[in-house]
């Protein structure tokens, strides 16, 4: 369960990322909010920690800038 978490995580930052890179920050802001819910589950349930949840969300907002 708590993989499961993780990878939800990790393909909707990828998701984001890929994106940001083609240039498309309108599309990326709204995948930004699916992001944010798999971040804020996984930390709820403690498969990440809260921290770093935090983290995650920032460092990619601001690249979402």
Do not use: P
Not at 17 to 38: I, Q, R
Request: charged share 35%; glycine share 2%; aromatic share 4%.
């Amino acid at each position: 369960y708590n993989q499961q978490a993780k990878e939800k995580v990790k393909t909707a930052k990828k998701e984001i990322l890929k994106l940001v890179a083609a240039g498309k920050k309108d599309e990326a802001s709204k995948a930004f909010a699916n992001f944010a819910s798999a971040v804020d589950k996984a930390a709820k349930r403690n498969s990440i920690h809260k921290n770093k949840a935090s983290r995650l969300k920032s460092r990619l907002a601001a690249r979402l800038k």
